[in-house]
Each structure stands twice: as C-alpha cells, then as structure tokens.
C-alpha cells in the first residue's frame, strides 16, 4: 500500500484498531513520516490477519515470539497462521500464510554508492555481480539482492543478527546459498515484485521446493483499508 495518498482521516482509521502497545510505539518514532508507516503497517497487517482468521481487526492480538518476531497471540484454531510486516517512508507491506514461516521486506530503489554497500554487507558473488552491472542498473540490482536477503533473515527471525554476506541469491531464478555448507536452500521459496522503476517487494517462505507456494499479490488504496 502507498502511503502517498493516505491523510490525516485514514491515521486516525487506523490509530483506532491498533492496541494500546502499538500506539505507544508509534509515538515513539521521532518523525512524523515514521510514526504514519508504523501505524499504516499494523493496520495493514490486522486487516489481513482478521481477514484470514475471520476476526475484526481490533481483535487481532500480537506477541513477540522467543526470537522477538512477531507473531500471532491466538487461539489454537488460529495459530499456525503466519504474518509479516514491513514498511518504508512510502510502502507499507505485510504477508500472511496459513501455516508457512515468512518474511516480506519492501525498499526504494537507492542511487548512492550502492556498490561500496554491497562490498561490505553482501556475499562475493552477489558482489561481483554487482560489478559486472552498468551503474545505472545497480541500484535496482541492490534493492532486489538486499529485499531478499531483509526477506529471508526477518523469516527465520535471526534479522540483522545473521551476517548477511553468509548466504547469497541468484535472481533467474531466484535461489539462495549458504556459505557454510556450499549448497542450496531447498527448504525455501521466494517472490519478488518489482511495484515500479523505484520499489521492490521480496518474499521468503520457509517451504520445500517440490511443494509450490501460491502467491497471491495485490495493491490497495488508503481508503480501503
């Protein structure tokens, strides 16, 4: 969901699902544009949690798991559905599945030195194909490595604390390796979405690859939700 044409009336739509935790939260932030995307996230996020739960969204409740990532705090007919959320100053995301870990990241594509970013944070294959793009191909080619890499560590719920250059990504086809063990991550899917020249949107579901996943991927407007 953009925020670009979200305003003061659609805040408080959304202030008014979220919980007392939330909102605390919220305040916290230190920029105005910061406090929006967290609240648009979370009621992005009850919205599609109710959805699937067939509950309202202000009686969605969320706990931090041992890993610290979010989770549902639900009943046993209800939890082992899964959710994730992410969000920067102009999209907010979220996924949800019925029974499958996942982690979603959405980013702007960025025109700094994305190259030096790249040779201190990404594997060396994902940097030398960094240096074998044109300059004005990186910073898109960086915002696809780096969703599915935010993707697959808020999955496993490790986030920054796994170095990100231990595994690195092809993107035709999209598939990750571990460093440790030189092989292939079969137990993981991923999508990505390109949403225009400056957005993209990565997905990492923690499922075999002989069971394929089934995306189903939409943008909604504000004042839908």
């Not at 739509?13 to 979370?42: N, T």
């Not at 294959?125 to 993707?151: H, I, N, S, Y």
């Not at 390109?194 to 407007?221: F, G, N, T, W």
Request: proline share 4%.
């Amino acid at each position: 969901m953009s925020l670009a044409l979200s305003g003061a009336t659609d805040q408080e739509r959304w202030q008014a699902v979220l919980d007392s935790q939330e909102l605390a939260r919220a305040q916290r932030f230190r920029f105005a544009i910061d406090r929006h995307a967290y609240v648009a996230a979370h009621a992005l996020a009850r919205s599609m949690v109710a959805g699937v739960a067939r509950t309202m969204p202000v009686a969605v409740r969320f706990a931090a798991g041992p890993d610290g990532k979010p989770r549902l705090a639900a009943a046993p007919a209800q939890s082992r559905v899964q959710f994730n959320i992410s969000r920067s100053r102009s999209h907010v995301a979220c996924g949800v599945t019925l029974t499958d870990e996942l982690g979603i990241d959405v980013e702007g594509v960025s025109h700094a030195d994305v190259l030096a970013l790249a040779e201190r944070y990404f594997a060396p294959a994902e940097v030398e194909m960094m240096r074998q793009a044109t300059p004005d191909q990186r910073g898109l080619l960086f915002a696809k490595l780096w969703t599915l890499k935010e993707a697959f560590v808020k999955a496993t719920g490790e986030g920054l604390r796994r170095s990100l250059d231990d595994f690195s990504f092809t993107l035709d086809p999209i598939a990750i390796r571990f460093r440790a063990s030189q092989t292939g991550g079969r137990d993981w899917q991923f999508a990505q979405l390109c949403l225009d020249s400056e957005r993209v949107i990565a997905i990492a579901v923690r499922r075999p690859v002989d069971q394929p996943i089934v995306l189903d991927a939409k943008e909604i407007h504000p004042c839908q939700l």
